[in-house]
């Protein structure tokens, strides 16, 4: 027995040439086992959307997609699909679709033109998923840049009359000229920002706002004498608009439908004594 324990021989030693390595079995020694190594790429460690209002994380959305002139659908998939890389302890900047997050954004988009919902929808999302995804990620990374997502998830539609009304924004030459937005109802990131309103009296100054802290109406000088036409004086003081220029009333002044109709039956029932329905 105690032959069987000598493990080398003097026949047997190793010359200094030779380069014997030993390392226990992890098994029964798991000490001994070897450290892994450290994972690379670029999603390893990646803030998820849940990760967003954390003590350690804050999603900025890129200044392209910030505001709400920006277009509404990449937006929501760097907001609610997306993961982002990770330099050190904070976010990269840098934003990336893994293949559940891209099979999230394409059941809404699939709910929301179709209005497919459960096996129905989620049956037709794997098989388009299967079809496109290896297409879009040609290396097998698991991940394709979200720049990627509108192209794919318009191919996944299929059909050009809807495809062709999602709304993209790449990055690269692929904007088309139809818009899509989904059913604001449902999901109300896509509703269109309504356009500024523009016109004369847009924010005019109503009568009913003389003499506040923020507006002081100014009848022009030809109509602010006793002598002047009283009824003129009397339609700038208690019916019309005047307009704004920056903030501030510019001079002129305006009579709106609603006005005019005031004016008129002050001036009938003055003239005539009518009152109530008959002078209505």
Do not use: C
Request: charged share 25%.
């Amino acid at each position: 027995m105690n032959n069987k324990l000598q493990v080398q021989l003097d026949d047997e030693t190793p010359t200094n040439n030779q380069n014997i390595q030993f390392r226990p079995n992890p098994v029964s020694s798991p000490w001994s086992a070897k450290a892994p190594t450290a994972p690379t790429g670029k999603i390893v460690g990646a803030f998820s959307p849940g990760d967003e209002g954390s003590v350690f994380y804050n999603r900025e959305i890129p200044e392209n997609f910030a505001d709400g002139s920006d277009d509404l659908f990449m937006r929501s998939l760097i907001k609610t699909y997306a993961v982002e890389g990770r330099e050190g302890e904070d976010g990269n900047g840098s934003f990336y679709l893994k293949r559940d997050g891209a099979e999230g954004a394409a059941k809404e988009i699939v709910g929301t033109h179709f209005g497919w919902t459960g096996a129905k929808r989620d049956n037709f999302v794997n098989k388009k998923m299967n079809e496109l995804w290896p297409k879009y990620d040609v290396l097998g990374e698991g991940f394709i840049d979200v720049a990627k997502g509108p192209t794919m998830l318009r191919s996944l539609l299929g059909e050009v009359e809807i495809s062709n009304k999602l709304q993209m924004q790449t990055g690269e030459d692929l904007r088309i000229d139809h818009q899509f937005r989904p059913n604001a109802v449902q999901q109300p990131w896509s509703a269109k920002p309504e356009a500024a309103p523009t016109g004369t009296i847009i924010g005019a100054y109503k009568p009913e706002d003389a003499n506040t802290s923020f507006y002081e109406r100014e009848i022009p000088d030809n109509f602010s004498n006793g002598s002047d036409d009283l009824l003129m004086k009397s339609l700038l003081n208690k019916y019309t608009l005047e307009g704004r220029t920056d903030d501030a009333p510019n001079g002129k002044f305006y009579l709106t439908k609603d006005g005019a109709s005031s004016v008129a039956k002050e001036v009938v029932g003055t003239h005539f004594g009518w009152t109530g329905d008959k002078r209505d």
